[in-house]
């Protein structure tokens, strides 16, 4: 279906092409692609402008020549082969044979330009075959203009509408620009033409994880493995999924058979090491990158990054700093290790005491992420809108006060763990995790999810007004999804962590009204500094952490909203601080498991063993919860204090209101 504007577009570009106004016509539909890709009006207006175009006719090559060069092409001499077509095309300028032979051995040899060049020219020559659109995309493609390519692969499709391949490149460019739901729609129509296309199946799953659609994802990829089990990029992303879905030796397993097919393969490696270094296996990945040096010579750069974070990890940051100066973040083709590098490299200048310098690498690496295509789906500036008008909305004295209502609970109300992101929640999870009668779940999009019934967490009005049924439905949802996440159900207390839920609070409330929280304080410029300094998976929440007045701002509105809430909903929250648990550590912890008329038990003390045990940490926090407590992280804003000036002034209240001072300690 489209939009009465779209039937509008579409009527204006078919009105040009009976005008005669083909440029314009063809310029309009391609516009209208780029909004909605492979549309089929647009498509067939493409093909009646293509169709009119017309071919140049002239004396061919016997079968023979040709013969000739495709055995030199399938050989690999593709030099041979363009200084023959080049003499070749004296003789017969409009051979299409020739000139695809001849686009093609310049972009085996890397001469992308001259391919280009050659692939337009065939085109005027014969404005009416697929494969020169499609070999002209492809080179473009390669060339990373996205613009074009994206043109001429539907170029391609207008022509013949039964091409799998260009489908399938359509959606990875839409990927790339993380148009996720619009590549899976490429993908399928690929795979509804040839249904064993793996490389469209192998990309429906990655575009399906993208999207958080892990079980779905999952299928794409055994699909495709069903049809080519040795399919190495296949193994590679199964093992993703795999490892995202906290399965260690199984996504070991896809890495392993990937690289016994490709010895060769640089990113099985590297997701090796990934999955080593998530799951906190520091010597086996030490050791892995060992044995690699007799494979490699020497390390490729995207697997010396591994061995710089290794050295990091032990405080070696000499060592790190002289590995990292040596990588080239140029040949590092993946996006996401590139940032790793990127942070990592100012983590390790920070822990070197260059804070000056340091401050500029998180710069870099922050400028870097706000220009992926990853970061601008998310659109963060949406997201905090929509919190400032859930906090107006709690301030309005106009809002009636909640529906009160009587419902009976068929599990134990759950406890939230909440607060601002680096505030010490994952340490206060494992923490508590080591209590026998406590069981944690960790930042699991439960709450989220449970309100999609109302549209989200977020429209306070429609909150309060929700009914009986909707409050029973948001509960049973919550419940039922959780059990996945726990290993039994018979512990006295269950603790849902997620810093993020500080800001769903009203949600929480009104579908267990008697739940209780515990609030994570820590230094609010050493929260703000310290989510800057991290490499956030970009999501609508996290997207806001790229900038420190924002985040300043995203906290200051944080705190206000729980504030309201508080006195709104009559919460009742315990409140713990990051920096008096580092100083006295037992006494803290006693007060908290009061909170749970709980007695103390000698487990807590070793709660970084739990960590360990518990295997892979979802949140960037893991290696800091895996090992005893240090101060290092106390006050570390202080390094950086005259660049904090601006958001001391936004948070300063929250400063006095925790008891912190923007000079000195508490």
Request: glycine share 4%; net charge positive.
């Amino acid at each position: 279906m489209v939009s009465f504007s779209e039937e509008r577009t579409l009527a204006s570009a078919a009105a040009l092409i009976e005008k005669n106004k083909l440029n314009q016509a063809y310029n309009a539909y391609h516009d209208f692609l780029k909004k909605t890709p492979i549309n089929s009006l647009a498509l067939n207006g493409l093909e009646k402008i293509i169709k009119r175009r017309k071919p140049k006719y002239g004396k061919q090559p016997s079968g023979d020549i040709i013969s000739s060069l495709v055995a030199l092409y399938d050989d690999g001499r593709f030099d041979e082969v363009s200084f023959k077509c080049a003499k070749l095309l004296n003789s017969f300028p409009t051979s299409l044979p020739i000139l695809n032979l001849y686009g093609s051995a310049k972009a085996r040899k890397g001469l992308i330009d001259a391919s280009e060049a050659i692939f337009r020219k065939a085109t005027l020559v014969a404005p009416y075959s697929a494969d020169l659109y499609y070999n002209l995309a492809v080179t473009l493609h390669q060339k990373g203009d996205w613009d074009r390519a994206y043109e001429a692969y539907q170029d391609t499709i207008s022509i013949a509408r039964n091409y799998a391949n260009a489908y399938n490149n359509i959606g990875n460019l839409l990927q790339q620009r993380a148009r996720f739901e619009e590549s899976l729609k490429c993908y399928e129509a690929a795979i509804n033409i040839k249904s064993d296309h793996i490389e469209a199946l192998k990309n429906k799953g990655i575009s399906l994880h993208k999207l958080g659609r892990l079980e779905h994802a999952y299928v794409a990829c055994l699909e495709a493995k069903k049809n080519n089990p040795n399919d190495v990029g296949v193994l590679n992303q199964l093992g993703i999924l795999l490892q995202d879905a906290g399965k260690f030796e199984d996504c070991l397993s896809c890495y392993r058979k990937a690289i016994e097919l490709d010895p060769s393969s640089i990113e099985a490696y590297s997701n090796i090491c990934t999955a080593l270094e998530n799951w906190n296996r520091a010597e086996e990945l030490a050791t892995f990158l060992t044995s690699l040096k007799s494979n490699f010579e020497p390390l490729p750069d995207e697997l010396r990054f591994y061995e710089a974070l290794i050295f990091h990890k032990q405080k070696k940051f000499k060592k790190c700093e002289e590995i990292l100066a040596r990588l080239d973040i140029g040949r590092i083709p993946s996006p996401p290790r590139k940032l790793a590098f990127l942070e990592l490299k100012a983590k390790n200048l920070d822990a070197l005491k260059n804070f000056s310098t340091a401050f500029n690498a998180f710069v870099a690496m922050n400028k870097f992420l706000m220009e992926s295509w990853d970061y601008k789906r998310v659109e963060p500036e949406s997201y905090y809108k929509k919190l400032k008008s859930s906090l107006a909305e709690l301030k309005n004295k106009n809002l009636s006060s909640p529906v009160p209502i009587q419902i009976k609970y068929k599990s134990v109300n759950p406890i939230f763990l909440i607060g601002f992101p680096r505030s010490g929640t994952t340490m206060l999870d494992m923490i508590i995790k080591s209590h026998s009668k406590i069981e944690t779940i960790e930042e699991r999009p439960l709450i989220e999810n449970s309100s999609e019934i109302i549209g989200g967490p977020y429209n306070i009005d429609r909150i309060e007004k929700m009914t009986i049924a909707e409050i029973t439905d948001a509960q049973n949802n919550y419940i039922d999804a959780r059990k996945q996440f726990i290993s039994q159900e018979n512990f006295d207390f269950i603790t849902d962590r997620h810093p993020m839920n500080i800001l769903r609070v009203p949600f929480i409330h009104r579908i267990f009204p008697e739940a209780k929280f515990i609030l994570a304080l820590r230094h609010p410029l050493d929260c703000i500094l310290s989510c800057w300094m991290q490499n956030f998976a970009p999501n609508p929440g996290m997207a806001n952490m790229t900038d420190l007045t924002r985040i300043a701002e995203l906290y200051d509105l944080s705190m206000k909203i729980l504030d309201v809430s508080r006195q709104r909903y009559n919460l009742n929250i315990h409140h713990i601080k990051y920096e008096n648990i580092v100083d006295n550590f037992e006494y803290e912890i006693s007060k908290l498991l009061q909170y749970f008329n709980l007695e103390w038990e000698n487990n807590l003390s070793n709660f970084h063993k739990t960590a360990i045990k518990s295997g892979r940490i979802k949140t960037k926090s893991y290696s800091q919860v895996s090992q005893k407590l240090y101060k290092t992280s106390v006050y570390r804003w202080q390094n950086y204090e005259s660049k904090l000036v601006k958001e001391y002034s936004i948070v300063e209240t929250w400063m006095t209101r925790f008891d912190y001072f923007f000079k000195g300690k508490s």
